[in-house]
């Protein structure tokens, strides 16, 4: 039977916000090939290239010590990264990313051989809120990078 009446709905890259093709699921997200492509080349760039994105960058240990702390993400939550390299993000940089929806995922993406990751995530800070994009990439020394950007304004990668 061939269903030719369904609706389809636009598919959002999660990184970059492009629209990358139509699903029958409303609100799905997914990512573009060029953010794949970038995100995946993270681990290649070096401290100082980091240091300049647009976007925060932290590296993570599997235990979610911050490694790096870029200074995109520095202007994004105020915390210079003297006051953070060293310590658990998870605890004492951000106790919001402390739910199931961000640590619960970074540690299970940490344990996998998964892809890039994307989702959407709400940062609480006192007397604000911001709302972001979040993706996951895998670093070779068992690590992982928390890729941060605001979801109002438009970055692209690369
Ligand atoms: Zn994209």
Redesign the pocket.
Known sequence: MNLRMETTYPVL??????T?GQGLVPHSHG??P???AALVGIPQLSEAQLGEMPFGVIELDPNGLVLIYNKAEEALSGLASSQVIGKNFFRDVAPCTSVKNFEGRFRAFISSQSEPETFDFTFRFPGRTTKVSIAFVRSERASAFVLVKASTETVR?G
């Open positions: 890259c999660a990184w970059c916000g492009t990358t990512i573009c060029p953010c794949r990668l």
